[in-house]
């Protein structure tokens, strides 16, 4: 399929390992958070979303962390598969109904 | 259920020509986003519609882009004149609402322009 992106910074995780994804955000009054993973050709699916009044959620085998004073989330994926491979984004809202995505980071799996 | 379907899947046209690219939300949805995401980058927002009407269109990036959803479910994103700079990935999603609702993304449109 085709290739999301070609020069994203890219984390490569042996299979049945953890991985731990990072984003920075912008605004500091953001209330939302999404993480979405793009598959090469599709476009993004939702895996987890978190409130500004949580520091974690966690979801199946996807826990997101959250640290307002330093504005930065994590994607953390336990157990990590070979179709957990993708470009992941975590999305902050602008405005009630926008969101502004992070440039996003691929995420190999090795066999 | 049937998620959020775009057409056509590829496109490839000649600069200066006309395009038409399709979303079809899912069903009930109200909200309508229409993204653009080059190569490396992530999604970033053209226009939305509230129903009908475009609620938001300051992402549209000059007078040659055009959305429209006449009855408030399909959605078509219009670009005249194409030029080699549109050639992108164009998303679609829906949303049950207005507000910080989960958005479903469809496939993609991938346009490209000779």
């Known amino acids: 399929g085709e290739s999301v992106g070609l020069h994203l910074p890219t984390l490569s995780v042996q299979e049945g390992d953890n991985s731990i994804i990072n984003c920075a955000y912008s605004?500091?009054?953001?209330?939302?958070f999404i993480w979405y993973k793009q598959e090469s050709g599709k476009g993004p699916q939702f895996i987890i979303d978190?409130?500004?009044?949580?520091d974690k959620r966690q979801g199946q085998r996807v826990t997101v962390l959250l640290n307002k004073t330093v504005k930065h989330l994590s994607l953390q994926i336990a157990a990590t598969q070979p179709g957990d491979s993708a470009v992941y984004f975590c999305a902050e809202p602008s405005g009630t109904y926008k969101y502004i995505f992070g440039t996003g980071t691929r995420l190999k799996v090795l066999a | 259920g049937a998620g959020v379907s775009q057409t056509p899947s590829n496109k490839v046209t000649e600069k200066g020509k006309y395009v038409e690219l399709r979303c079809d939300p899912i069903s009930g949805h109200t909200a309508l986003y229409w993204y653009r995401q080059s190569l490396g980058q992530g999604p970033e927002f053209l226009i939305y519609?509230?129903?009908?009407?475009?609620?938001?269109d300051s992402g549209l990036p000059n007078d040659r882009f055009f959305a429209v959803r006449p009855e408030g479910s399909v959605s078509t994103l219009k670009i005249q004149r194409t030029e080699r700079g549109d050639s992108a990935m164009y998303l679609c999603?829906?949303?049950?609402?207005?507000?910080?609702?989960?958005?479903?993304f469809g496939p993609g449109t991938r346009l490209t322009v000779t």
């Open positions: 605004n500091s009054a953001s209330d939302y």
């Open positions: 999603a829906s949303s049950a609402g207005q507000g910080a609702y989960e958005q479903y």
């Open positions: 519609f509230q129903g009908t009407g475009a609620a938001d």
């Open positions: 978190i409130r500004s009044n949580m």
